[in-house]
């Protein structure tokens, strides 16, 4: 299974236009699961921050987190990096055309080599850590470069199928992964070690959530794998399944899960 042929070709269609670019930024908002716990957890920090705060997008990718995070509080202002200079390149034009880019800078990084002391009251890492090898130097720089008091929000798989590897020689649907996922007590130790002095971990993606994800995301990409014609088809698949997602992911972000296929850390410095 190929996720990410699908995720770049996608991205290149909703570059054409900047309304395109926001819808999809929408639909993203809707179908990921992720995004849900993601924005209740930001949802909580702006409650404590209703003016001025800097914050980091820690592999900011398409920049979907980065345009929601400009939309919930125009005080905000917010850096976003990554290591893929044409997906910096693509969201920076983006940013200027919709009028942000006074307030959102875009910036080529590698995150074991990004510290800024003391600079940011919240850093947001998604689908980041699973990529890294070294992870320890990045929580390190993370807590570095946070401010005291400052927030550190980070959702990647964990070690109960996260990357959708059930077996010990199974293979992960997201190609670029260097570990199939952390376990709470691995990844709050690291963090701990960084000097992170509270640490709370929840698994996200329980029994709701992995269903959502194969109805709203597994089964189109394997479909779009197997032929791009399949894309005039999913409208209608969307139309059938959608209630059943948007169900499943409003229970999945209101229910302690004991296991799940996803991790949301929150860390304070």
Partial sequence: MKYDPVKNRIGSFVNRSVWLRK?????????????????????????GKPGEALILDAGSGFGQYTWRLSRMNSFWKIDAVDIKQEQLDDCSLFFGKAGLSQRVRFSYADLTQFRRQDTYDMILSVDVMEHISED??????FHESLRG??????????????SDVHQEDGESFIEEHVRD???????GEKLKEAGFSQVNTRYTYGTPGKISWKLSMKIPVLMLNMSWL???VLPFWYILVMPFSLLLNFIDTRVEH?????LLVIAVK
């Fill in 23 to 47: 819808l999809f930024y929408l639909l993203l908002d809707i179908l990921l699961l992720r995004t849900w716990h993601v924005k209740k957890a930001v949802r909580q920090f702006a409650s």
């Fill in 136 to 141: 320890r130097l990045v929580f390190s720089n």
């Fill in 149 to 162: 008091n400052g927030l550190l929000i980070i959702s990647t798989p964990s070690d109960k199928g996260g």
């Fill in 181 to 187: 996922g952390y376990s709470i007590a691995s990844i």
């Fill in 230 to 232: 399949f894309g005039l």
């Fill in 258 to 262: 004991n296991e799940g296929a996803g």
